[in-house]
């Protein structure tokens, strides 16, 4: 087995609780031995284009490029020991958390259905859908433990308004 990548995505600044978010991600991946990788800068390919739609991209190319690689946003934070086999591990918010173990034929035919439906890579949203057809009617069975992490949900504030 290839050993597992915890990848992250963290554009542009970084409030203190999304970097207490992605700490205890780093310290996670650490413990358990994990290779660990969070990309702050924009590829030129997506230059200009907000954050969030470029982050979804870059997602759903990451997935399908590399078996074992558990992809966690920016907003979840690690409670507890989570360990990553062959199995598939998720969270309600498929694409927050997200491991395919050795399932990349999952994330290829994500990316290939997110290629021919949203070719102009405009919209976001779109990739907790498509995971949950590929994933199947049954994909609650790979749910983690719901004590094993804290999703802050930052995606729906108000990033304008402050956040104490």
Request: charged letters at 30%.
């Amino acid at each position: 087995m290839l050993k597992p990548l915890v990848y992250q995505i963290a554009f542009g600044e970084i409030p203190e609780e999304i970097q207490k978010c992605l700490d205890s991600v780093k310290a996670w991946a650490d413990k358990m031995g994990y290779d660990y990788q969070c990309d702050t800068e924009v590829p030129s390919k997506y230059e200009g284009r907000p954050y969030r739609i470029t982050s979804e991209w870059i997602r759903i190319e990451k997935l399908a490029e590399r078996p074992y690689l558990c992809y966690v946003d920016w907003d979840i934070m690690i409670l507890k020991d989570i360990v990553l086999e062959e199995n598939i591990l998720t969270i309600n918010t498929i694409d927050t958390f997200l491991y395919l173990g050795n399932n990349i034929e999952i994330a290829q035919k994500v990316l290939e259905r997110a290629n021919n439906t949203y070719s102009n890579r405009d919209k976001t949203g779109f990739g907790h859908h498509i995971y949950k057809r590929f994933l199947g009617q049954e994909y609650e069975k790979f749910l983690l433990n719901i004590n094993s992490y804290k999703h802050l949900g930052w995606h729906r504030r108000d990033r304008d308004k402050d956040i104490d």
